[in-house]
């Protein structure tokens, strides 16, 4: 590689590069932070450029991870082979209650350091003490929706104090990072949240003109109880309160009715399917080939490292192409492409981000690099079908966003990654000493 700053513009030659729509073989051109040209010829100017040697790499959009608690890698580990409810809290909860700022930096760049070293270029993150998440997101050179989550089940006090909370982060951070971070208004979900309190953040971000997220239809009991407390399952109750009149994200909706997948099909509700932690919660499968096929944007996430264990998007990908296939007996039920779209294009728009997701002209430079002079990727047959059901998160040798350089041969280049990974192992414990 001969460009070792973040020049204006800049070309990487003899690449190979999987867009999200097809394979171009030639070279990208990178201008301020955007995509200025890709294809098999090289401009004019090329020979005048900084350039990046392409050969023996393969370039694709950076991974997009929709759903996630990244101080949570903190609990990576700490609660296994259990059921959600119980898991929550008899060992989630009683822990997280003990989360200082401080915990929550050191736990938020751990997630940082393993994301962007297994290609992801933006994530969304829902948790407390988001002003320090905000912080690490600005100092790592990454991409990221941020939300104030938000647990409705106490005082009235503390639920003013925390609505207040989350609408100052938004006005605070919104934008920010030279906008890199972009904000959500966030209730934790219908089974945490009274009614009128949802109402309130539906309220609050329409004043703020931000998008909504929350977790709903994760587990079948929770359908059944939000039935119990309010007469109406889940995406029936959100409808009734407002929630789809903004844009809005739902985290997981495993168990949905082909009617409700039409009702978040209506409102252009997008969803983050979370396989590996729906897989390991044994909180189901869902109905990802029909949401897809309604016009449902369905993008990938992780959820936290508690409960996946780990952040690596090329497992999503894997996953969301496998178990759809294995559940309706139909191999082309989400075929690699779409997976890859999943993880990337669908996961820009599910957090309604512009002008990212693929790489072609016009679009964020934000990509990552393969190594795929390795005996998993021969023979060149199919990269579409290598990065899905071959590659992992160790492949990824190099990682762009906004045209700069954020890893280069592994190494994260604007973190201390020894000094956070001690940092992180220190916070715990000092979680088990509270």
Request: aromatic share 6%; charged share 20%.
């Amino acid at each position: 590689m001969t460009t070792t700053n973040n020049p204006k513009k800049w070309i990487i030659k003899n690449g190979v590069f999987a867009t999200g729509q097809a394979i171009v073989e030639g070279c990208m051109v990178i201008e301020d932070g955007m995509i200025a040209y890709i294809g098999s010829q090289e401009p004019e100017d090329a020979s005048q450029l900084p350039s990046v040697e392409g050969k023996g790499l393969l370039f694709m959009p950076g991974l997009v991870n929709s759903h996630g608690h990244t101080a949570m890698s903190l609990l990576r580990g700490y609660g296994d082979d259990m059921v959600l409810q119980e898991w929550l809290q008899t060992k989630m909860w009683p822990m997280e209650a003990k989360f200082t700022s401080d915990d929550v930096y050191w736990g938020s760049s751990l997630s940082i350091v393993e994301m962007l070293k297994s290609g992801t270029t933006t994530f969304l993150d829902m948790y407390d003490h988001m002003d320090r998440v905000a912080q690490v997101v600005d100092e790592s050179g990454m991409r990221a929706v941020l939300a104030r989550g938000v647990i409705g089940l106490c005082s009235e006090e503390e639920q003013e104090r925390k609505l207040a909370e989350s609408i100052a982060f938004a006005k605070n951070w919104h934008g920010g990072a030279n906008g890199r971070i972009t904000v959500m208004m966030s209730p934790h979900a219908p089974y945490t949240c009274p009614p009128a309190y949802i109402e309130r953040f539906v309220q609050a971000a329409h004043d703020l003109d931000l998008p909504l997220h929350t977790h709903m239809s994760e587990t079948a009991a929770e359908v059944q109880q939000n039935v119990n407390d309010y007469g109406l399952r889940p995406v029936a109750h959100l409808e009734k309160l407002g929630f789809f009149s903004r844009p809005s994200l739902v985290a997981h909706a495993v168990h949905l009715t082909d009617e409700e997948i039409e009702i978040l099909a209506a409102n252009k509700v997008a969803v983050s399917h979370n396989p590996g932690s729906n897989l390991k919660l044994a909180s189901g499968v869902a109905k990802v080939p029909q949401m897809l096929k309604a016009g449902v944007v369905v993008s990938l996430g992780t959820d936290s490292s508690a409960s996946n264990n780990n952040l690596d998007m090329f497992e999503e990908m894997r996953l969301a192409a496998l178990i759809h296939k294995g559940v309706s007996g139909d191999p082309t039920a989400v075929p690699a492409l779409e997976a890859l779209r999943m993880g990337t294009l669908y996961g820009a728009q599910s957090l309604y981000l512009d002008n990212l997701g693929t790489l072609e002209a016009g679009m964020k430079a934000d990509f990552i690099a393969l190594d795929v002079d390795q005996a998993h990727f021969l023979p060149r047959t199919d990269y579409i079908s290598h990065v899905v059901y071959s590659a992992a998160g160790q492949d990824v040798r190099h990682v762009w966003v906004e045209g700069r350089q954020v890893v280069k041969n592994r190494e994260c280049l604007l973190l201390d990654e020894e000094k956070i990974r001690f940092e992180a192992q220190a916070a715990f414990e000092g979680l088990l000493a509270r």
